[in-house]
């Protein structure tokens, strides 16, 4: 069992950047990824981003790339989500989630899930 925990969500302007953070605690293993989603009101569930544990090997989706940088510390098992730029399409709750040793951009992909962190961008 993981339990994940996000946190650094909250009202920025656009242009501005903010910094999530996903505590993890459990059963972690080493090559499994850590992947970052968002939800926004009506929409799907969105992958942003993954990494892996063990190498920090990142991958993103087109519309984040060059804004927002993935990183983790092993050693306090927690993933960084680093906003740049941020404009209001990134407005959404934020996920971590993880428990699988691949980098699967579906949602369906990962077991274990954080509770969300609201990220509102105004212009």
């Known amino acids: 069992q993981v339990r994940l925990v996000e946190s650094g969500g909250g009202l920025v302007q656009a242009g501005a950047s903010l910094n999530l953070s996903c505590a993890a605690s459990g059963r972690i293993y080493v090559n499994d990824f850590v992947a970052w989603f968002r939800q926004a009101p009506g929409k799907a569930r969105e992958f942003v981003g993954t990494?892996?544990?063990?190498?920090?090997?990142?991958s993103y989706t087109d519309s984040v790339k060059g804004r927002f940088t993935i990183s983790r510390d092993s050693t306090k098992h927690t993933v960084n989500l680093q906003m740049n730029t941020v404009t209001p399409e990134d407005t959404a709750v934020y996920y971590c989630?993880?428990?699988?040793?691949?980098?699967?951009?579906?949602?369906?992909?990962?077991?274990?899930w954080g509770q969300g962190t609201q990220v509102t961008v105004s212009s």
């Open positions: 989630s993880t428990g699988v040793p691949y980098a699967g951009r579906r949602s369906s992909n990962y077991p274990y």
């Open positions: 990494i892996r544990w063990s190498d920090g090997t990142a």
